[in-house]
Structure formats: C-alpha cells, structure tokens
C-alpha cells in the first residue's frame, strides 16, 4: 500500500493519541528499507532509475548490487520480528511506568494491510521471516478498484472516530 494510506489506517484503528508515532510507525515497514536504499544510491552518486513497469522495478531489485533491499524488505515486513520489538516496548514502558506504547502496533497494522496487497510478482510480503518464506499471492494495491474500496473504508473509520 501506499504511504498515505498506511499512515491514515494507522491512526483510524490504532489506540492511543500518539498521531506522529502511529505515522511514523505505519511507514516504518517501509522506511526502514527504501530510506537507506535510497541513500545508499545518493552515496553512490546515482539517482533511482524511473522504471516503466513493476517488471523493469522487480529486476532492477534482482541485480547482485541491489538485491539486499529485497533481503532487508522481508525482515521489515516480519509480523515474528516486529511482535519481539513490540513485546519488548510493552515490557519497558511498562517497566519504567510509562503509558503503553500503542503506536508500536502501527507496524504490524501495516504488514497485515500489505500482505493481500501484494502480488508475488511485486515485494510479495513474507510475513513469518525467519521462520517461514511463506507468501501470498494477492491483489495489487495499485488496481484503481482497490485503492477506491481502501479509501472509502479508511475515511468511513476516520469519519467516525474523529469527527462524528
Ligand atoms: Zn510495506
């Protein structure tokens, strides 16, 4: 899914009035890994080529020099890896006394939106990394029909929690 729509799943579902952290979160899944890709090109000195197809973007992510973002990418969308770090933030907050840190769950939100609206022919999401490369074979969040439905759900819950 696109960035604004993880971001406003993010604070229509989860707890807690944390808007910045449930934004940062709901990207994270994603930021953690075209944010260092997209330096690693600009120390490199290159720009990010503008690919036709997600075809032509798929094989660019193949070649040896690049293929360690798709590495990168199934640990970042690990429902495994992110329940440890989200187990361990509840721990310590609760801890030190402070309040439970709600917008940590903005990332797995982000994962199971993800994991039916990813193909496998396009960062198909292995949502058990390291534990199983399982994967499923959805449908596209980029089909116009999808991104309509995936609007009007999450402005109908954003509606009513905010402003009915
Ligand atoms: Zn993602």
Redesign the pocket.
Same mark, same amino acid.
């Given at each position: 899914?696109d960035i604004l729509a =993880?971001s406003l799943w993010a604070i229509a579902v989860i707890p807690g009035e944390q808007i910045a952290g449930k934004i940062i979160l709901g990207i994270m899944?994603?930021l953690a890994v075209f944010g260092p890709n997209l330096l690693v090109i600009a120390i490199k000195g290159k720009k990010l080529p503008r690919f036709k197809t997600r075809e032509n973007m798929m094989d660019w992510f193949e070649k040896k020099d690049n293929r360690w973002v798709k590495t990168l990418y199934r640990w970042t969308?690990s429902l495994v890896i992110w329940s440890l770090l989200i187990m361990a933030g509840f721990f310590l907050c609760k801890y030190h006394g402070y309040p439970p840190p709600w917008f940590l769950l903005a990332a797995p939100l =982000?994962?199971l939106l993800?994991i039916p609206t990813h193909t496998k022919k396009s960062f198909p999401v292995e949502f058990l990394t390291p534990l199983s490369s399982f994967q499923l074979d959805g449908i596209h969040w980029s089909q116009k029909w999808v991104l309509l439905i995936n609007y009007l759900i999450v402005s109908a819950i954003l509606l009513f929690r905010y402003i009915l």
């Open positions: 899914m =993880h899944p994603d969308h =982000h994962i993800d």
